[in-house]
């Protein structure tokens, strides 16, 4: 590569991830990486240890200041990429400077998913996606009233396990049969509706939001599409996000529900990768079709993927995929990459829940609460490809450590 080096648009967990390991693998040429928002820091605990109290903003960052500088990796703050000349090897940033590249690395990530209703923008209705979001999610939490969730995945049922118990009413409005319908199984789900049914939250079901009308200037409730209402002076949304593909896209490159990459995360113009939320990659987790994988875990291993390309070893992607999810005092640890229709087997278990996945009598992924060694066995059964029955992963007796030893 030539003194313009690699520039990296996006200083989330991907950015800096391929930023970092690029100069563990010894990669001397410029590192560049460009983001709106000050230091790279984690978004998971945003949910979980930030809301709760248990970190500050300075626990939350990947590294300090010295690291950068101590690394030669070149921060561009505050700054947006705006277009990408693929001719001349040029990105346009938000400031109207232009930055040439050798390569460049697309960790756009994604952004939250807007409700399409009347009154979302209200005062008193939130997101969760950035630490100014959290900042603002948790000065509110302290003088609301009453609290309705919109949606019921990670996040919604994550703020819903915080505020549960503080003796305000606590309301989780969710367009599916169940939570998490998407994530994880019928068995799944059942255990955190009742964990937090018990704990004091309510959940609307089937139900599909109207508007969100207002008194005094912000908003007093969420009128559902049957006509009913639910009193609520802080709202939060959490419907899903949608990937930052739009610049990629309006420089020629493929896109669809992501940015699409190779194994190698290279997209259709060699001197372009693209990586984590935002890239759409082929997994052999999900039967070698594309998938886009929004984890810590991704976000990491494709960064390292990237960098190992980048210095000479290519290797294919081909990380087990896992996530995690603190709601209340229980944890949820997923590994591998399930569909809704794949068979559920329930493990006994004394504590917790260990629910095994199947699709054609293979395994594909396994749901954890509460069960941190079943997780990690999960995690090396799915990776070293072992085989497993569906007779075998319903017997207690059968020790999963011994399997994956034995291998």
Not at 14 to 32: I, M
Not at 49 to 64: H, I, S
Not at 235 to 256: H, K, R, S, T, W
Not at 274 to 300: H, K
Request: charge should be neutral; aromatic fraction near 6%; hydrophobic fraction near 45%.
């Amino acid at each position: 590569m030539s003194a313009a080096g690699v520039v990296i648009v996006g200083a989330g967990q991907a950015g800096f991830q391929v930023a970092a390991s690029l100069r563990e693998a010894g990669f001397t040429d410029p590192v560049t990486l460009l983001g709106d928002e000050g230091l790279p820091y984690q978004r998971p605990p945003l949910s979980k240890a930030y809301l709760a109290g248990k970190t500050d903003a300075v626990g939350l960052c990947l590294r300090p200041a010295a690291y950068f500088d101590e690394h030669r990796i070149a921060r561009r703050s505050g700054v947006s990429a705006t277009a990408i000349d693929r001719a001349a090897r040029q990105v346009r940033l938000s400031d109207g400077a232009t930055l040439a590249y050798d390569h460049l690395v697309l960790a756009t990530g994604a952004r939250n998913r807007r409700l399409p209703v009347p009154g979302a923008d209200l005062p008193g209705v939130h997101q969760l996606r950035s630490l100014a979001d959290a900042d603002a999610l948790k000065a509110a939490r302290g003088a609301a009233r009453a609290i309705a969730i919109v949606g019921a995945g990670f996040i919604g049922l994550e703020f819903a396990g915080l505020c549960a118990g503080s003796g305000r009413p606590v309301t989780v409005i969710e367009a599916a049969d169940r939570p998490m319908a998407r994530a994880v199984s019928a068995e799944t789900a059942g255990f955190f509706t009742q964990a937090h049914t018990a704990a004091g939250v309510t959940f609307a079901f089937g139900a599909g939001v109207q508007a969100l009308e207002a008194e005094a200037g912000r908003v007093a409730r969420v009128r559902l599409a049957d006509g009913s209402a639910i009193d609520a002076d802080l709202v939060l949304v959490g419907i899903g996000v949608v990937p930052n593909q739009d610049l990629a896209g309006a420089a020629g490159l493929a896109v669809g529900d992501g940015i699409h990459a190779d194994p190698f995360l290279a997209t259709s113009d060699p001197a372009i990768s693209a990586l984590g939320d935002c890239a759409r990659v082929p997994s052999r987790f999900a039967d070698g079709q594309p998938v886009r994988i929004e984890s810590v875990q991704n976000a990491v291993d494709q960064g390292r993927c990237l960098a190992a390309r980048l210095t000479g070893r290519p290797v294919a992607y081909a990380a087990v995929p896992w996530f995690w999810s603190d709601q209340g005092p229980h944890k949820l640890q997923i590994a591998g990459l399930t569909r809704p229709d794949d068979a559920s087997v329930v493990r006994p278990t004394e504590g917790g829940l260990s629910v095994f996945r199947f699709r054609d009598g293979h395994l594909s992924g396994v749901e954890t609460v509460d069960r941190p060694a079943d997780h990690m066995a999960a995690r090396r059964i799915l990776g070293l490809g072992l085989p497993l029955t569906p007779e075998a992963a319903a017997d207690p007796a059968r020790d999963l450590k011994a399997l994956v030893k034995g291998a």
